[in-house]
């Protein structure tokens, strides 16, 4: 009840000053309303208001002002919110003016017009006047209402609108046979004997501990290290090693370009038909019904870059195929198995995914050279024979941050070049491996000799 009586005081003093050339004013906080009505006393004018207007005003007045004067403080206040006071034959009224509303059109770089635009409605003060809508094919934001308001929610746009940091993410998918895995390692020493020990990790430390020097590699540009640097050739040296011997088979490299904090995916397999249903009808006759099902590896990467250097992965790995059994019903049965895990790796460096074993059937023949290539009589120099393998897919994932300064075909290009250096890499390595394996067999032959004349003198002498 406070502001009707403060209202009705300042109207009576208007009463007052109705017929005097100047007034004296003085108030805070008085609504548009309010000051709207106090002028029309003052002026002895009837104002129409279509539109409620809404805000308030304050007013500090060191001197006395004529009632023309109040007038034009009432259209300045007006033409703050967007409105403006027009003269007719016995009144005024105050209307919106449509001078003061422009359309702005903003194109987006980076986001979603559609998904900014919900996030800036729900922003926008109730008193705000923008109409904002977008144009999805054109990824533009459509901004409708007053030039400054524009000029302040495009100032928030630009922030918003951002370049966003990728991560371009290499991955190699492999079959690894363990016993043949391990037969290399033994054959180099690299396993020292123990079959248990069978991993790639465990090679590429081997050759990544015979380097004595990093190899001079131009990645600095790329804010890779000489570790990991070192790491990459001596884990791709690894990996083209087992390949050489078998060991291992290279299913697929993909790779894929990523957002900063956005989920990506990779996939390899293939479609299967799957036997899902039997009907048989009254005629005895059955049919056989199908479904096509994505059999195969899928990977999923989301990259979150924590500096120029570090990046965290999620990944998740599903691997989904056919048993090598069959139930009752001739339906084929599958296997699924899946890896969830988080790896905070410099970039440049691998994460080593491993655990997805499945069971495959291999057919493999045996045969007596030139007896087996006798017409007719060769077969019975032959052996086939079908032997099921028990093999690892590993999953090895390697996330490179581009730079600003950079982009995709220029890390490529560096890129090409360490594919071309991990086999120079190897054949260093294995020179240092072949010159250990001839000290390891000299030794080995010293204490064969010095095993045999030990027991040749107990033969001989009892000694």
């Given at each position: 009840m406070q502001w009707i009586f403060k209202l009705i005081i300042v109207i009576f003093l208007c009463q007052i000053a109705v017929n005097a050339k100047a007034i004296s004013i003085n108030f805070q906080n008085l609504t548009i309303s309010e000051l709207i009505t106090i002028t029309s006393k003052v002026m002895n004018k009837n104002i129409l208001l279509t539109k409620p207007i809404l805000g308030k005003v304050?007013?500090?007045?060191?001197?006395?002002?004529?009632k023309e004067e109040l007038l034009e403080i009432l259209k300045s206040v007006l033409d703050a919110k967007g409105f403006v006071l027009q003269k007719k034959k016995s009144f005024y009224t105050i209307v919106e003016n449509k001078k003061e509303h422009i359309m702005d059109i903003v194109p987006l770089k980076n986001l979603e017009a559609k998904e900014l635009s919900v996030v800036l409605k729900k922003s926008l003060p109730k008193e705000s006047e923008i109409v904002l809508s977008f144009v999805q094919d054109l990824n533009v934001l459509l901004l409708t209402g007053k030039q400054s308001e524009i000029n302040r929610l495009k100032k928030m746009i630009k922030r918003l609108d951002q370049d966003k940091s990728q991560v371009y993410v290499k991955?190699?998918?492999?079959?690894?046979?363990n016993t043949k895995v391990n037969e290399v390692g033994i054959e180099y020493g690299i396993l020292q004997g123990s079959s248990k020990s069978g991993k790639i990790v465990t090679f590429s430390s081997k050759l990544n501990s015979l380097q004595q020097h990093a190899l001079d590699f131009p990645l600095s540009s790329l804010g890779l290290s000489a570790t990991s640097v070192n790491s990459a050739?001596?884990?791709?040296?690894?990996?083209n090693l087992l390949e050489q011997n078998r060991a291992l088979d290279i299913v697929s490299e993909p790779s894929i370009l990523c957002l900063n904090n956005k989920s990506s995916s990779i996939y390899v397999g293939e479609k299967k038909s799957i036997k899902v249903a039997t009907t048989t009808s009254d005629t005895g006759s059955t049919k056989d019904t199908f479904n096509r099902e994505d059999i195969g590896l899928v990977l999923k990467v989301t990259p979150r870059i924590s500096n120029d250097k570090k990046v965290s992965l999620n990944l998740h790995a599903i691997l989904e195929n056919f048993s090598q059994?069959?139930?009752?019903?001739e339906q084929p049965d599958t296997f699924k198995k899946e890896i969830k895990t988080t790896a905070i790796l410099n970039s440049g460096e691998s994460v080593i995914l491993g655990g997805l074993l499945e069971d495959k059937k291999e057919n493999m023949n045996d045969d007596i050279p030139f007896f087996s290539e006798i017409p007719l009589l060769g077969n019975l120099f032959k052996n086939s024979k079908d032997v099921t393998i028990k093999k690892n897919l590993v999953i090895i994932v390697t996330p490179y941050i581009i730079p600003r300064t950079k982009d995709l075909t220029q890390l490529r290009q560096q890129l090409a070049k360490l594919t071309l250096l991990e086999e120079k890499y190897l054949q260093?390595?294995?020179k240092l491996l072949n010159k250990d394996k001839k000290v390891i067999k000299k030794k080995n032959e010293e204490l064969n000799s010095k095993e045999l004349h030990k027991r040749r003198l107990k033969e001989y002498f009892g000694i």
């Open positions: 304050g007013f500090i007045g060191t001197k006395k002002v004529h991955a190699k998918i492999i079959e690894v046979n050739l001596a884990l791709g040296a690894s990996i059994t069959s139930s009752t019903n260093k390595s294995l």
